[in-house]
Every structure is written in C-alpha cells, then in structure tokens.
C-alpha cells in the first residue's frame, strides 16, 4: 500500500511539474483587468483580457514615455489591438511612442483624419511599423482570440464634419459574462443622441465618462440607458477648461455612479471575474 501512495505521488508531482505555474493561475483568476492610466488632461486605457491579450485605447498627450513606462510596467510584450479613438492630441499624441516600443498587431480608428502634428506623427508610426489602420465604427468587432469577452464598436454611427471631431469618437463596448464596459472617448451629446436612435446603448457596470467630463457629454438621457455603477473620468488636476463639470458631476449622482477621477485618485484599475467588479487606485482623494 505504501509503494502504491509512493508511486502515485511521484505521478502527481511529474504532471504538476509539466503544467506551467502561470497556466493554473491564469485558468483559476480568468480576470479581466481594466487600467484607466494618469495622464493628465488626457485619456489612455490598457485593458487584459482574461486570456492575457492587450489592447490599448489612445496614448494621452505628446509624450507617450509615461504610457510606455506604465505598459512595461505591466510586462507587457505586445499590443494585440490599439484604438485611436479620434486623432485630438491628448488622444493620440503618446501612440507614435507606443508604436515604437512595442509590437502591435492591429490598429482602429474612425476615418476622419487632422492636419495636427500629433496626427502626422501617429500616420509616420502606423506607416514604418508596416501596419495599416482599421476603420472603428458601428458594429466592428474586435477578433479577440479569448471568446469569454466581446468587444464591439458602437460608434460612431455615422459620419460626422471634419471639424467635429469628438462626436467621430470611437465607442467600445466591452462585455465580460455579466459585467459590462463602455468607453466613449471625447463623445458628445450629439453621438449619444445617434447611439440613442440606434438602440445600441444598455446598462453598463463601468463607463468611461466622454471628454473629460465637459457639459456636452454625459447627458440625462444618455444615462438613463446607461446607468453606470461606477463612472471614470480621465482628467488633469486644476486644468483650464475645468474638467469635470459640475453639470456632469450632477448626473452622475443622479443616477447614483460612485465616480473615480485620475486627477485625484492617479491611476485607477478595474477588474472583473465575470460576475463582480473590484477597484484599487494609487491614492485616496
């Protein structure tokens, strides 16, 4: 009986031995993780899926070495997909750097383009990284190898002038099991109001409050569907156009969003085992 147990314990120990440690952990957490990244007046997202693959949507301001810095930080080796959500420079401006930092296999971003330097350097990187820009728009779904997730573009619906870019927005819609994302990017009430019509809006867990909180975004109605749980906004501390509203900050109590800002809590990380959500920040404001 003893050489039985003695046998089987070195089996168990053979197969413990072939299966990678990193693959049981990965297969018992199977957490989404969501990192609304400090960058001052501006917006960067990283965002793991449950299978390890990366996205990342924008790359904050004119120096993206503070996005580089924080992606490595994560280990990140390779991007799977990069959004643009809108060539404004406080969106963009940091990608170029990310483009050459790192191995990344897809690009997305509405057809409308700037004549903004941050733009051009965007378009110089895409183009010497080989790589060529995918059109984000109603109904493009991501091809994310881990099926666990869907991660789908609800805007914009349509196109929109030249010289309105914010409501050219990319919107992402991100669905874990039972726990919902949306990332508006600079979305204003006139894209809400287009999502509205189409009926492409519903109840989320997190939302990640549209331009920095201006009073064009976040509408009443907007909300009403959307009714977050918790709402993010990107924002730098004591900036110009006073982000965020008070306007903003209203509806967001109105409808009982427990609200996270980067300008006072730093950066904020989301996650979700499919079913509950769980929030850490930098600091406490």
């Given at each position: 009986?003893?050489?039985?147990?003695?046998?089987?314990?070195?089996?168990?120990?053979?197969?413990?031995?072939?299966?990678?440690?990193n693959?049981?952990?990965?297969?018992?957490?199977?957490?989404?993780?969501?990192?609304?990244?400090?960058?001052?007046?501006g917006?960067?997202?990283?965002?793991?899926?449950?299978?390890?693959?990366?996205?990342?949507?924008?790359?904050?301001?004119?120096?993206?070495?503070?996005v580089?810095?924080?992606?490595?930080?994560q280990?990140v080796?390779d991007?799977?997909?990069?959004?643009?959500?809108?060539?404004?420079?406080?969106?963009?401006?940091?990608?170029?750097?990310v483009?050459?930092?790192?191995?990344v296999?897809s690009?997305?971003?509405?057809?409308?383009?700037?004549?903004?330097?941050?733009?051009?350097?965007f378009?110089?990187a895409?183009?010497?990284?080989?790589?060529?820009?995918?059109?984000?728009?109603?109904?493009?779904?991501?091809?994310?190898?881990?099926?666990?997730?869907?991660?789908?573009?609800?805007?914009p619906?349509?196109?929109y002038?030249?010289?309105?870019?914010?409501?050219?927005?990319?919107?992402l819609?991100?669905?874990?099991?039972?726990?919902?994302f949306?990332?508006?990017?600079?979305?204003?009430?006139?894209?809400?109001?287009?999502?509205?019509?189409?009926?492409?809006?519903?109840?989320?867990d997190?939302?990640?409050?549209?331009?920095?909180?201006?009073k064009?975004t976040?509408?009443?109605?907007?909300?009403k569907?959307?009714q977050?749980?918790?709402?993010?906004?990107?924002?730098g501390?004591k900036?110009?156009?006073?982000?965020?509203?008070?306007?903003?900050?209203?509806?967001?109590?109105?409808?009982?969003a427990?609200?996270?800002?980067?300008?006072?809590?730093?950066s904020?990380?989301i996650?979700?085992?499919?079913?509950?959500?769980?929030?850490?920040?930098?600091?406490r404001?």
């Amino acid at each position: 009986m003893r050489q039985l147990k003695a046998v089987l314990s070195i089996i168990v120990t053979f197969v413990f031995m072939l299966v990678p440690t990193n693959s049981i952990s990965n297969a018992a957490t199977k957490t989404l993780s969501v990192h609304f990244i400090n960058v001052g007046q501006g917006d960067s997202i990283y965002i793991k899926a449950p299978n390890g693959e990366d996205i990342l949507i924008d790359g904050g301001n004119k120096d993206g070495s503070d996005v580089v810095a924080y992606l490595k930080k994560q280990k990140v080796d390779d991007i799977e997909v990069m959004i643009a959500t809108h060539p404004d420079a406080d969106h963009i401006g940091g990608l170029d750097e990310v483009l050459y930092a790192f191995k990344v296999e897809s690009v997305y971003a509405p057809k409308v383009s700037h004549t903004t330097q941050a733009y051009k350097d965007f378009l110089t990187a895409v183009k010497k990284e080989k790589l060529t820009i995918k059109t984000a728009k109603l109904d493009v779904t991501l091809p994310l190898k881990d099926k666990s997730i869907k991660a789908k573009f609800i805007g914009p619906v349509k196109e929109y002038k030249t010289s309105d870019l914010n409501n050219w927005s990319a919107v992402l819609h991100i669905n874990y099991n039972k726990t919902n994302f949306l990332f508006t990017g600079d979305a204003e009430s006139q894209s809400e109001k287009d999502m509205l019509a189409k009926k492409v809006l519903s109840k989320v867990d997190v939302l990640k409050v549209g331009h920095h909180g201006a009073k064009e975004t976040t509408t009443d109605a907007f909300l009403k569907v959307v009714q977050p749980k918790y709402a993010v906004i990107s924002v730098g501390a004591k900036n110009s156009y006073k982000h965020p509203t008070n306007e903003v900050l209203n509806r967001l109590k109105n409808v009982k969003a427990t609200v996270y800002r980067t300008d006072k809590h730093g950066s904020i990380v989301i996650s979700s085992d499919g079913m509950k959500i769980s929030i850490k920040t930098e600091k406490r404001g």
